[in-house]
């Protein structure tokens, strides 16, 4: 079978993203694929799987902003900041005024630096950060720029907080919990997490591995990339993309105003021909021939 686009999968908890990959490779006998943003064993929800010709515009659909649901509970840390560590850390627990909680949300918002859990998949000095961690190593994890555009309280009770969170790449929700835990002057780790939203795309929208078929929906990627904006092009300039003519000679000066800033779908007939990006100079990101 001969596939090319995006397929959406609500995975289960307890199942690896690589493995979740896997499992769709041999189901559709599909030679290349990977997703768009690892999602935590422990974590449930949605996972970008891009199939074949897709897997070469991967980094677009990782680079957007991703919606979750978690529950944590307070006064206690564990060392993966999950349900599955090991406890080591333990704090008294008090009631807290929603001023306390929507002001401790707030200092959250926007663009903010986050050390990343030392139990994740970050390579530091060419290793994994987790790797280091089961081995007893002692080691300083750097903090990285993070952005939050939403964050708001769902439910929660003396004991536990569960948040709804839009946030960018590179974010750990995991050290998200442990930070507000940790402005509140307790402590936390997260016991649910589940991904909505990447991107445009919904769990809602999304196939659990164990009902997938040979029907089930492939997305084809001009689809996929509705987001991103479009210049339509003539058949004798598919031609030209294709033999690698050079964008400033070959597109219109009225083709090159259309071109945005960042990422522009090159397209004929509704097919995906090309990927623009538009920097100080116009260059092909990927050319679908």
């Keep these: 079978m001969d596939l ?3 397929i959406l999968i ?4 307890g199942i690896t993203s690589f493995d979740t990959v896997q499992k769709v490779k041999r189901f559709f006998s599909i030679k290349k694929a990977g997703h768009a943003g690892t999602l935590d064993k422990a974590a449930s929800g949605l996972i970008v799987i891009c199939i074949n010709r897709a897997t070469s515009a991967q980094n677009l659909f990782m680079s957007t902003f991703k919606r979750y649901r978690a529950t944590m509970v307070f006064g206690e840390e564990t060392d993966t900041l999950d349900r599955y560590g090991t406890i080591v850390r333990t704090s008294q627990v008090r009631e807290y005024s929603d ?4 002001n401790i949300l707030n200092m959250f918002l926007g663009k903010t630096l986050q050390e990343p ?3 994740s998949a970050i390579h530091k000095d060419g290793k994994r950060l987790y790797k280091r961690a089961l081995e007893g190593e002692k080691f300083e994890v750097d903090p990285r720029e993070i952005e939050i555009k939403e964050l708001k309280v769902l439910d929660r009770n003396e004991k536990s907080l569960t ?5 960018s790449r590179g974010t750990y929700i995991r050290a998200l919990g442990r930070d507000i835990a940790r402005q509140l002057g307790s402590c936390g780790y997260l016991t ?10 919904s769990v809602e929208d999304a196939v659990q591995l164990s009902a997938l078929s040979k029907n089930s929906a492939i997305i084809p990627l001009n689809e996929a990339l509705k987001d991103i904006p479009q210049i339509k092009v003539s058949r004798d300039l598919v031609g030209l993309i294709y033999q690698g003519g050079s964008i400033v000679k070959i597109f219109s000066p009225t083709e090159l105003d259309q071109l945005k800033k960042g990422y522009n ?3 004929f007939e509704n097919r995906l021909i090309a990927i623009i990006k538009q920097e100080e100079h116009p260059s092909y990101f990927k050319v679908f021939n």
């Design 10 to 13: 609500d995975k289960d908890e």
């Design 192 to 201: 649910k997490l589940r991904r909505l939203e990447s991107g445009h795309f």
């Design 4 to 6: 090319d686009g995006i």
């Design 117 to 119: 859990p030392r139990f």
């Design 265 to 267: 779908r090159v397209t």
């Design 163 to 167: 948040f709804e969170v839009l946030s």
């Design 99 to 102: 001023e306390e909680i929507y």
